[in-house]
T-cell receptor
Framework: ETGVTQSPTHLIKTRGQQVTLRCSSQSGHNTVSWYQQALGQGPQFIFQYYREEENGRGNFPPRFSGLQFPNYSSELNVNALELDDSALYLC???????????????FGPGTRLTVL | AQKITQTQPGMFVQEKEAVTLDCTYDTSDQSYGLFWYKQPSSGEMIFLIYQGSYDEQNATEGRYSLNFQKARKSANLVISASQLGDSAMYFCAMREGGGAQKLVFGQGTRLTINP
């Protein structure tokens, strides 16, 4: 069983550019959540996708957008990059929605984005 | 709004000792889940243990146990017989029922195990 994978591992961009980060969910998982973790902070929820539909969004501007594909992999797109977007971006997948241990979120290794 | 508080920015423990990492939470929901994750310097969040709000017994998973005190809204992680490989950041997180199944994280505790 393959775990959650993310690409690329590291990325360096300049202010104003656009970036796309990718995530492959764990086998059998149909829900993907994205988090931003600034240095020294806990992760902050960006949004969640369930069966290709957005299922909730955190306090992030519209220049943060996403997609989920039929195979449940997902992309996070960030337009008009700002210096404060420099962070570790974590993707997590879960079996589905709902509570309980069964829907625990399992994380990928993250993509470290640096904006210069 | 839900909130997680971890009051220990850093902890230093001797190898083989037990350690307790503190976590308190705030929520108005009756149904919620509490999680602990470990984050080594590599960055990946590793799931350790889960406690449901309706679970009457404290969760255990190998050397990890969760001391759940619902009335005090605390969910402390206990690591028994600590090992050098336990050195990492530890995050407490909460997931409420309904809507987006988002996790709300605390600020984390950096645990250092000394030989």
């Amino acid at each position: 069983e393959t775990g959650v994978t993310q690409s690329p591992t590291h990325l360096i961009k300049t202010r104003g550019q656009q970036v796309t980060l990718r995530c492959s969910s764990q086998s059998g998982h149909n829900t993907v959540s994205w988090y931003q973790q600034a240095l020294g902070q806990g992760p902050q929820f960006i949004f969640q996708y369930y069966r290709e539909e957005e299922n909730g969004r955190g306090n992030f501007p519209p220049r943060f957008s996403g997609l989920q594909f039929p195979n449940y992999s997902s992309e996070l797109n960030v337009n008009a990059l700002e210096l404060d977007d420099s962070a570790l971006y974590l993707c997590a997948s879960s079996l589905g929605l709902g509570g309980g241990f069964a829907n625990t979120q399992y994380f990928g290794p993250g993509t470290r984005l640096t904006v210069l | 709004a839900q909130k997680i508080t971890q009051t220990q920015p850093g902890m230093f423990v001797q190898e083989k000792e037990a350690v307790t990492l503190d976590c308190t939470y705030d929520t108005s929901d009756q149904s919620y889940g509490l999680f602990w994750y470990k984050q080594p310097s590599s960055g990946e969040m590793i799931f350790l243990i889960y406690q449901g709000s309706y679970d009457e017994q404290n969760a255990t998973e190998g050397r990890y146990s969760l001391n759940f005190q619902k009335a005090r809204k605390s969910a402390n992680l206990v690591i028994s017989a600590s090992q050098l490989g336990d050195s990492a950041m530890y995050f407490c997180a909460m997931r409420e029922g309904g809507g987006a199944q988002k996790l709300v994280f605390g600020q984390g505790t950096r645990l250092t195990i000394n030989p």
